[in-house]
């Protein structure tokens, strides 16, 4: 299966939002509300933030917001903070126990 | 608390195996609620799912990979590990190994990773 479609960038000031989509198909994305999100600081683990499309793991703050619709997902980041500087992947379940990664978008605090 | 440490050569030659095992500590790999699972990050790419095993030896694999994969488990060990045969330098990574859940299909424990080198 194809990797999930992120833009690569996303930026903003201190204080502000940033919203970022995650597109797949109907056979991931569309057809599971199995999506999670990882936060990925270079050189340490991925951090998982949200799962089933909308949660957050025990504490994660409430400024990480998940949503979809139809074939595609999407972070929002509020009261952005220097440490929300990081990569960001989406992931779906895709049946039969396969995961789909997306391609990653880079967040930068300006 | 549940930790995951990879261990496993950094260097491995074109054409060979790669192999690398994952040690689960703090709870049992023995679960019926997750399956474990690895995870590689390319140089200067994103992340990339290469399949999980379930504590019975049950194994579930990325499509792309599948004919060079091999996951494994060793309950007694607390252990499961990845085998990755005919490697080419587009296998040189990150690799994580993670616990995923079972019924909702998220990785919420990481390893730190481990770098592979494919090259002679």
């Known amino acids: 299966q194809s990797a999930l479609t992120q833009p690569p960038s996303a930026s903003g000031s201190p204080g502000q939002s940033v919203n970022f989509s995650c597109t797949g198909t109907s056979s991931d994305v569309g057809a599971y509300n199995y999506v999670s999100w990882y936060q990925h600081h270079p050189g340490k683990a991925p951090k998982l933030i949200i799962y089933?499309?909308?949660k957050r793991p025990s504490g994660v703050p409430d400024r990480f917001f998940g949503s979809k619709s139809g074939n595609a997902a999407s972070l929002t980041v509020s009261g952005l903070q220097a440490e929300d500087e990081a990569d960001y992947y989406c992931?779906?379940?895709?049946?039969?126990?396969?995961?789909?990664f997306g391609s990653g978008t880079k967040v930068t605090v300006l | 608390q549940l930790q995951l440490q990879e261990s496993g050569p950094g260097l491995v030659k074109p054409s060979e195996t790669l192999s690398l095992t994952c040690t689960v500590s703090?709870?049992?790999?023995?679960?019926?609620?997750?399956?474990w699972g690895w995870i590689r990050q390319p140089p200067g790419k994103g992340l990339e799912w290469i399949g999980n095993?379930?504590?019975?030896?049950?194994?579930y694999h990325n499509p792309s990979l599948k004919s060079r994969v091999t996951l494994s488990v060793d309950t007694s060990k607390a252990q499961f590990s990845l085998k990755l045969s005919s490697v080419t330098a587009a296998d040189t990574a990150v690799y994580y190994c993670?616990?995923?859940?079972?019924?909702?299909?998220?990785?919420?424990?990481w390893g730190t990773g481990t770098t592979v080198t494919v090259a002679s």
């Open positions: 993670a616990r995923s859940s079972y019924n909702y299909f998220y990785m919420d424990v």
């Open positions: 095993v379930y504590y019975t030896g049950i194994t």
């Open positions: 703090g709870d049992s790999i023995s679960t019926d609620y997750y399956y």
């Open positions: 992931s779906s379940y895709a049946g039969t126990n396969i995961f789909v």
């Open positions: 089933e499309v909308t």
